[in-house]
């Protein structure tokens, strides 16, 4: 497959989440292309590791620590990145939380936790990012999921997180067009070596062989897949995409997707929880 080449020079990106697995992916992808690029993650130890491995992509790299739940310590970040970077042309919002757990086991404080993580961390990356985003020009990428359109056992938390997830980039897409702000979700499918695929996929490789055979393109995305996707929904060449919801997945949502969800109704039924 041919890479496609897109320029980033001049422009600041933001990637909340961009830390490791496929957050880290998309800020390599923005800072290849020439980008200056602002992760955040909680961990500091975390940030400082994916601020040395985008440098040395090349462009101007900043990290912050924060907890996307933590609405006030949010507005502090993005002001500092504005100080330090002016207004906002791309942000992706990608912090999640995920553990297989069925709904008849799962406790009230549990499922509030991946709702507070996915939903409410999503909202609160964009509403405080709004004031620093440019008008107009601006794109803000979500990474949502196939839960929020594919019902998977072991996932009911997930499902309604990423489905109002979609909803809000729906929401956020009507309300913030007028100013010239677009709005889009990427829909991640089962992307190799991630933390995702490591929590949810059967185990081995013949899980990882019968995860790349429920997939109709016959293999495992990579997170180059989902860069080059980012880069290409924040181009100019996407300019009159807004509101979309974008599977990123070789088709995999289209009947694939369930493997997972037996694979973890399986894995509980022998104990696993």
Request: neutral net charge; hydrophobic residues 45%; contains cysteine.
């Amino acid at each position: 497959m041919t890479e496609c080449t897109f320029d980033y020079r001049g422009c600041n990106v933001f990637v909340a989440g961009g830390t490791s697995g496929i957050n880290l992916g998309i800020a390599r992808g923005f800072a290849r292309a020439g980008a200056s690029v602002a992760v955040l993650s909680r961990s500091r130890e975390k940030v400082d590791s994916a601020v040395a491995d985008l440098q040395q992509q090349g462009g101007r790299v900043l990290g912050y620590t924060a907890d996307v739940r933590d609405g006030e310590r949010l507005q502090e970040v993005f002001a500092a990145a504005h100080r330090e970077l002016g207004s906002f042309d791309v942000l992706v919002s990608g912090a999640a939380g995920n553990f297989p757990t069925a709904a008849n086991s799962m406790s009230s404080n549990a499922f509030k936790a991946v709702m507070d993580i996915d939903l409410l961390g999503t909202f609160n990356v964009l509403r405080y990012s709004y004031a620093y985003l440019r008008k107009p020009g601006a794109c803000v990428i979500n990474i949502s999921a196939p839960q929020a359109f594919v019902p998977m056992e072991m996932q009911a938390h997930v499902c309604a997180a990423k489905a109002g997830v979609d909803m809000l980039t729906r929401t956020t897409a009507l309300e913030w067009g007028p100013v010239g702000i677009r709005v889009n979700s990427l829909v991640p499918g089962p992307i190799a070596g991630t933390e995702g695929m490591k929590r949810l996929a059967p185990p081995g490789p013949a899980g990882a062989a019968m995860i790349a055979d429920s997939v109709p393109l016959k293999r495992q995305g990579t997170t180059e897949d989902l860069a080059q996707a980012a880069l290409f929904i924040a181009s100019r060449a996407a300019g009159y995409i807004n509101g979309v919801i974008l599977p990123v997945d070789g088709g995999w949502s289209l009947g694939g997707a369930g493997e997972i969800g037996r694979s973890l109704a399986a894995l509980a039924g022998q104990g696993v929880r």
